[in-house]
């Protein structure tokens, strides 16, 4: 199936990915592995709630771990919209098109929309606001770990790429790369924008849909070195997944790292930027295992095979991915 054509005036103006609701058991443990490996700041905490941002951060909150006995999850991921009129926009859009969308309320967040496209595509919620709080990208002394600027993007795990791709394109997210299967032509992953970088979210094939990882920027390979030096030294040092390594597209060098709880999180160097509107998609083919990490280890086969369920969602079987060759 081709890729559909870029949507130049969307019905409403989605910014960027901006904030991720992950679930917890341990809430003491995450904090530890968050602020002091890789380096994020508390927020706010509220009961069995805690809210964290990255040091160059001014928005108030762009992980939210809430502590729960069930299985870990996903709760959603988040989009930001221009403001509460575009929240708006959004509202009416999803009415019109028969899309499932109702306000939920979020705290620190000023208006959230909660979108479900259908039982294949992650929940996604579209914030129009929050509290600001002092960036702390100056503030040395209180640095600690990888020093976590920001969050970029997700990546997700779905069974039907073609589709879901769909809905984010209709809202005038740009492919700047996809991935072939060299077998049957079908598209097996897709790198999709709003702001001016490769990605916001990632969708792969595989057994879904499933949060595969989330990803903070940090500023330089010193800062992903003392990420995991650090979680070494909390005896977490078998947390480092997958990396040192770099990724042929869009560039990175990047380290996956699993939390307390099994959740995978990228930390990556500052990627290309990918900006004007006549540029197109890069495409590679599955095949295509030294051009998609040109150096450093194929990813181990759980990195291919394990992702964070959504809360309340039905993923069904979930087999190996399919969009790096099989190691």
Request: proline share 8%; hydrophobic share 40%; glycine share 8%.
């Amino acid at each position: 199936m081709a890729i559909p054509e870029v949507v130049r005036k969307p019905p409403f103006n989605i910014t960027r990915a901006s904030h991720v609701y992950l679930t917890v058991r341990d809430l003491d443990a995450s904090r530890r592995f968050y602020t002091e490996i890789l380096g994020l700041v508390v927020s706010a905490q509220e009961g069995g709630t805690l809210y964290l941002r990255g040091i160059e951060e001014a928005c108030h909150h762009s992980l939210v771990l809430r502590q729960d006995d069930a299985p870990p999850a996903c709760d959603a991921v988040g989009m930001r919209v221009t403001d509460a009129e575009e929240l708006a926009l959004a509202e009416d859009h999803f009415a019109r098109a028969g899309i499932t969308a109702r306000r939920v309320e979020r705290p620190y967040e000023n208006g959230t929309l909660r979108v479900t496209f259908d039982d294949r595509s992650p929940p996604v919620e579209l914030c129009a606001g929050m509290p600001l709080l002092p960036r702390l990208l100056n503030d040395y002394p209180a640095q600690k770990g990888g020093r976590a600027l920001r969050l970029d993007h997700y990546q997700c795990v779905v069974p039907d790429v073609d589709a879901t791709a769909a809905h984010f394109m209709a809202l005038g997210f740009r492919p700047s790369k996809f991935t072939t299967s060299v077998e049957t032509g079908q598209i097996v992953s897709i790198f999709l924008h709003r702001k001016n970088n490769p990605h916001d979210i990632v969708l792969a094939q595989g057994g879904g849909p499933r949060l595969h990882h989330f990803c903070y920027i940090v500023s330089d390979l010193a800062a992903l070195l003392r990420a995991c030096d650090v979680a070494a030294s909390f005896g977490l040092g078998r947390n480092v997944e997958h990396g040192i390594g770099r990724h042929g597209p869009p560039n990175g060098v990047f380290a996956y790292l699993r939390d307390p709880d099994g959740h995978r999180i990228e930390l990556g160097l500052p990627p290309m930027q990918y900006m004007d509107a006549e540029e197109r998609a890069n495409t590679w083919d599955s095949n295509q295992g030294q051009a998609l990490i040109p150096w450093g280890a194929l990813p181990p086969q759980r990195w291919r095979e394990e992702a964070s369920s959504f809360a309340g969602v039905d993923a069904g079987e979930a087999p190996a991915a399919r969009w790096l060759p099989q190691v």
